[in-house]
């Protein structure tokens, strides 16, 4: 049940850190992605049962006060939950430098797989160049230690031992 309050609490304060940064960075035109840093951290440190329905509601919360396509994002979280699950025996996700290229890669293919889904969807995806989607990635990867440490001191008991 701890596990469950702990989750809601930094769910809160991720959605917190997401407006603040969107805010911020919103200005010039990059786009930071704390809901999917926050929810790839929960299935880097617990267990599928927590991580999966993180994912998907972190995403559902972005498609519910966004206006693109409706269930893009819970959709392309569940993925990287997926990808987070699956490359969780090959990478030591305690590190800094597997966590900034493990968000790099899974924030890459989040924008890229969102643009398609856009595209096929919609019949067409903005396009804010290449610098401001660039800055955001990079920007995300550069986040992830920080939320990495702020989630394993808040999850240290029920960190999931492999």
């Known amino acids: 049940m701890t596990t469950v309050l702990k989750l809601f609490l930094s769910f809160l304060c991720a959605t917190i ?3 603040a940064l969107m805010t911020v960075f919103g200005e010039i035109g ?4 704390i809901m999917l840093i926050f929810s790839m951290v929960v299935c880097a440190y617990l ?3 927590y991580g999966y329905p993180t994912a998907f509601l972190g995403g559902l919360f972005l498609d519910f006060f966004g206006v693109k396509l409706f269930g893009c994002h819970a959709f392309i979280f569940t993925l990287c939950a997926c990808a987070v699950y699956g490359m969780e025996k090959r990478l030591d996700m305690d ?4 966590q900034i290229i493990s968000i790099f890669f899974l924030s890459l293919a989040a924008s890229l797989f969102n643009f398609l889904l856009l595209k096929v969807f919609t ?3 903005a396009w804010g160049g ?5 800055g955001g990635i990079t920007l995300n990867a550069a986040l992830a230690p920080f939320v990495f440490r702020v989630l394993r001191h808040v999850f240290a008991i029920e960190r999931k031992m492999s």
Do not use: A, D, L, Q
């Open 17 to 19: 850190c997401h407006w």
């Open 130 to 134: 290449f610098w401001p989607f660039i």
């Open 47 to 49: 267990k599928p049962e």
């Open 123 to 125: 019949g067409f995806s």
């Open 30 to 33: 990059v786009t930071v992605n």
């Open 95 to 98: 590190g800094i430098i597997p």
